[in-house]
């Protein structure tokens, strides 16, 4: 049995932390190009889904992080009504699909405009070889040293490199080895050879094969935004979640900053949703408590549930891939 099972999947969250969100409002949904960033309820709803059944089962494992998943397990699990608001408690962890939407969303405002500005945009890939699990974190850590040093290097050649970078890892479930990556957009493509060349003297196992440059169109952008990791294994093929891999890759991540502008200030980042304490307000709040079996959150007096979110076939085999 697992520990939230044994919890009887109550929330141990307070009240008064509750926080607003924006779902009943559309002011996010201009980001919504293809489903993965617009902020409804019933997408709320499908993450809420993949969060809830991913996290049953990284909690069981034995991991240093196993009070942060369960946090994780209860991101959003009440949700109140008042008026057009919803609000929620959000656990604000990197691994959560909850989460990590809304920061996508944050970002995309945050950066977006400026990148629109840079006409030459250009993606460009950095790897290193693929290393086993002793060796990731320290390898995080040379690649974060070596990008600086080569910013660095530029800097005193007259050259300010300016862009974004982020960090990304994938587990290959054959080889049992993890290949973190940077992927950075630059706003032009002038030092990129330079660039890939000053890495590749740095990391000399590296493949050049693995680095590569090119125009960043707007799907690169956003692309940039999205979550750290792919929750899967790299291989078309092999769509194995393994979540002994994961829990070491989210290890490993522990205080590595995984998105970092360069050579430029962004716009400010929309506020994280406020804190409210909803003591004093008594005037129609309607709370819904999400519940695993129905895939939905519900209110315990009227019994109605808050979005009719119905999992699809895809959804349904996800419990089945995670290892
Ligand atoms: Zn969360």
Redesign the pocket.
Same mark, same amino acid.
């Given at each position: 049995m697992s520990i939230l099972t044994s919890l009887g999947g109550s929330p141990p969250i307070p009240f008064n932390t509750l926080e607003i969100t924006s779902e009943l409002q559309s002011e996010i949904e201009e980001f919504n190009r293809d489903g993965w960033v617009g902020d409804t309820l019933l997408r709320r709803a499908k993450s809420k889904f993949l969060?809830v059944t991913l996290m049953d089962k990284m909690t069981r494992i034995q991991s240093p992080l196993m009070q942060s998943y369960q946090d994780?397990y209860f991101?959003?699990h009440q949700i109140t009504v008042t008026d057009n608001k919803a609000k929620s408690c959000? +656990? $604000? $962890?990197r691994w +959560?699909i909850? +989460?990590n939407r809304i920061r996508t969303a944050q970002l995309i405002q945050a950066y977006m405009p400026t990148l629109d500005t840079w006409v030459q945009k250009t993606f460009l890939t950095l790897t290193i070889k693929n290393v086993p699990k002793e060796k990731l974190k320290g390898s995080l850590s040379e690649m974060y040293k070596t990008f600086s040093l080569i910013k660095d290097i530029e800097r005193k050649r007259g050259f300010k490199l300016v862009g974004i970078r982020k960090l990304e890892c994938t587990y290959n479930r054959q080889s049992d080895e993890y290949h973190p990556h940077y992927h950075i957009i630059l706003n032009n493509s002038d030092r990129s050879e330079i660039i890939i060349n000053e890495w590749l003297e740095r990391f000399q196992t590296a493949d050049r094969k693995g680095q590569d440059f090119r125009p960043a169109d707007k799907d690169s952008c956003f692309e940039l935004f999205k979550y750290f990791t792919k929750l899967s294994s790299n291989s078309k093929k092999d769509n194995t979640i393994t979540v002994n891999a994961l829990d070491n890759i989210f290890q490993s991540i522990t205080g590595v900053r995984t998105f970092q502008p360069f050579g430029f200030i962004a716009n400010k980042l929309e506020p994280p949703p406020e804190n409210i304490t909803l003591g004093e307000q008594s005037f129609d709040i309607q709370e819904y408590q999400y519940n695993t079996k129905q895939n939905d959150w519900i209110n315990p007096n009227t019994g109605e549930f808050l979005t009719n979110y119905e999992i699809n076939q895809n959804e349904k085999s996800f419990k089945y891939r995670i290892r």
């Open positions: 969060n994780t991101c959003s959000f +656990c $604000k $962890k +959560c909850i +989460c």
